[in-house]
């Protein structure tokens, strides 16, 4: 687990009030891996290591990078014990990538259920697709190694005016070496960025308080000019250690005047790599709550107002927050940029990309590929804009080919790094109130038409959906009782953020057809003939095209067009206007894009059908015989159909 560098920023000194009391564990606790492994063999030749012990021996070998011993004994506790953490499953899965045995990793998954959460499944199954698919290609930028760089560790760079604030276990002068990394506690160095983009002449950071012990991950806040970073609880210069002997890492702030205060701290819980949000007054951080995480370490945010923490401590939830440890949070240009140990990346920390949408939810965090991730850990990314068009960024690693332990490598590049992905997202309305509808079905397609992606529609109405990126794509919508609707989409029609607002709007059937005379047919507004007379006038035919959009919105339907007249005139010559009548309105609809084979029937029935006593020989007045004379669109297999 990396955090900012384990060994160095969890600071346990002192005695530790553990529940064994084996030198093993004590070595465990104490970072010194290979060592706490060494005595965990020896002390099982006396006697039988507990699960617990077992559980810390997979775990050093873990950590020693020994990924067969740590699978095997990940196993061997996991058929005995239920000890096993989402956070030591994802170590275990981990080692069954780094061994060749990621085969067995859905096996596994499926017998946890809480790796079930539909966010992690969705997580992993999109970036095994990206990290795998074919033709993903890569930006064209390379990695540097920064000049200042030095044999020790070197890590968390961020923007300060026109230079770099970083954090180094570089030695000092007057400056303690911390016992488990054997170097100095961690200090902030600040360095000017030279044209191409190098640190140039490193120095100790005098702008903050001052401290004996770890002060690190700076963040520089231009908009409110205050320095937010770590640092070890002390008064007075001593160290401050809970009722466990645990000395943890709080949050603090130096202001514009210099004033310094903590922001958050907790003598057992240990905070880590502060980022704020001026717009919107959000402290983001990492951190281990006990009972409140996902697996190990999770990043949240506090709203802040000047200076004050407003709310309690919110996690950004199963989107973001895996069952490994996630740090280092960084906000730019509507993305979060975070590094995450889950077990489907390309090494130990890997950094992932997530945008941030309107509701403040997040999109599914995209791993950025290779060359800014690699086989080691990769952590601690930043990027602003340089010059005109181009980006610049840097990010820590400990990659073969380095100066130290941890290096800080820089990067320009002309557009965002990361696997090229196309988000579509929008809403589905009906168009009757504009109101959202439930359940709506989405189909996406590749120019080929294969299909890429399906869901269903919130609540709301709406959706988002991603994918690798694709040139051109088509989608579908539809809904039983509802339009379907597509749309063929190219890249001139994607926003800047390689997304796609679609926004159809369906037509209820409901909304277009009415129970009258004990059937189902299309609502129209009343219409007449001309007496004796079958042409169609403009007013008929406004409300014939009703008809002829229900048959076009809803092609599976199969019709039956009605005509009446009233009892006037003799009833032969009532049978054939209305006959005529029926076949107007029959050569209308398919005039106009209806097919034939939807119209089973056309059928004039003169005054067969009268609605009223209005008979022959009985006095009615013009309303009550406008009743009889009537046309109807019947839908035949309405009720089978919806």
Not at 61 to 67: D, L
Not at 499 to 506: A, E, R, S, V
Request: overall charge negative.
């Amino acid at each position: 687990m990396r955090l900012p560098k384990i060994s160095l920023l969890i600071c346990l000194v002192g005695t530790m009030a553990f529940a064994q009391e084996s030198k093993a564990d004590k070595l465990f606790f104490g970072y010194n891996y290979a060592e706490a492994i060494a005595e965990y063999k020896k002390e099982a030749q006396k006697n039988a290591l507990t699960h617990g012990q077992q559980l810390n021996l997979a775990d050093a070998y873990f950590k020693t990078k020994n990924y067969p011993k740590a699978l095997e004994g990940y196993i061997e506790v996991n058929k005995v014990d239920s000890i096993m953490t989402d956070l030591h499953f994802n170590r275990m899965f981990r080692a069954m990538q780094k061994t060749g045995n990621t085969e067995r990793i859905a096996a596994f998954i499926a017998t946890r259920p809480s790796f079930s959460k539909s966010e992690w499944i969705e997580n992993y199954d999109f970036n095994r697709e990206l990290m795998t698919a074919e033709g993903q290609t890569e930006l064209d930028y390379k990695l540097f190694n920064l000049d200042n760089n030095s044999p020790n560790t070197d890590f968390s760079p961020t923007f300060y005016e026109d230079k770099l604030l970083f954090s180094s276990g570089r030695p000092q002068e007057k400056r303690e070496q911390y016992g488990p990394a054997q170097e100095a506690y961690l200090d902030v160095f600040v360095a000017k960025v030279g044209a191409n983009g190098n640190m140039l002449g490193a120095q100790p950071f005098t702008g903050l308080a001052q401290t004996a012990h770890h002060r690190s991950t700076p963040f520089y806040c231009n908009e409110t000019q205050e320095f937010f970073y770590i640092l070890s609880n002390e008064e007075e210069g001593e160290l401050l250690f809970d009722d466990n002997g645990k000395n943890a890492l709080a949050i603090g702030k130096t202001g514009a005047d210099g004033d310094f205060q903590f922001l958050l701290r907790d003598l057992s819980t240990s905070f880590y790599y502060p980022y704020f949000d001026a717009e919107k007054g959000n402290l983001y951080f990492a951190a281990n709550f006990e009972g409140m995480g996902y697996g190990g370490t999770d990043i949240y945010y506090v709203r802040v107002n000047e200076g004050r923490i407003m709310t309690a401590p919110r996690n950004l939830g199963p989107r973001i927050n895996s069952p490994g440890n996630e740090i280092a949070p960084y906000l730019f240009e509507g993305s979060l940029y975070f590094a995450s140990d889950i077990f489907y990346g390309y090494g130990g920390m890997d950094i992932y990309k997530s945008n941030i949408q309107e509701n403040e939810t997040y999109s599914t965090p995209i791993n950025l590929g290779k060359g800014i991730n690699s086989e080691e850990d990769d952590f601690g990314f930043i990027i602003k804009n340089f010059g005109e068009q181009s980006l610049l960024g840097y990010l820590a690693s400990n990659r073969k080919g380095g100066k130290g332990k941890d290096d800080i490598y820089g990067f320009k590049v002309d557009e965002k790094p990361g696997i090229k992905t196309l988000l579509v997202q929008g809403n589905v309305n009906r168009e009757k109130d504009q109101s959202g509808i439930e359940k709506a079905h989405i189909k996406i397609f590749d120019v080929k038409g294969n299909l890429l992606r399906e869901t269903y529609t919130q609540a709301n109405g709406t959706f988002h959906m991603e994918m690798p990126w694709q040139d051109v794509v088509e989608i579908s919508v539809g809904k039983q009782g509802f339009s379907n609707q597509k749309g063929y989409f190219e890249k001139k029609d994607f926003g800047k953020q390689n997304n796609l607002l679609f926004q159809p709007t369906l037509t209820a059937i409901e909304d277009m057809v009415h129970k009258k005379e004990k059937q189902t047919v299309v609502k129209m507004d009343p219409f007449f003939f001309n007496r004796g007379s079958s042409s169609l006038t403009p007013e008929i035919t406004t409300q014939l095209d009703k008809a002829v959009k229900v048959a076009k919105l809803f092609p599976e339907v199969q019709l039956r067009i009605e005509t009446h007249t009233d009892s006037r005139g003799g009833s032969s010559s009532n049978h054939r206007v209305s006959q005529s009548r029926a076949n107007a309105i029959k050569a209308y609809m398919i005039k106009n894009g209806v097919p034939a084979s939807n119209i089973l029937y056309a059928i004039g029935y003169g005054e067969d059908k009268l609605l009223n006593n209005c008979s022959n020989g009985v006095y009615c007045i013009e309303m009550m015989h406008q009743k009889n004379d009537r046309s109807l669109v019947v839908i035949l297999n309405y009720d089978l159909l919806y």
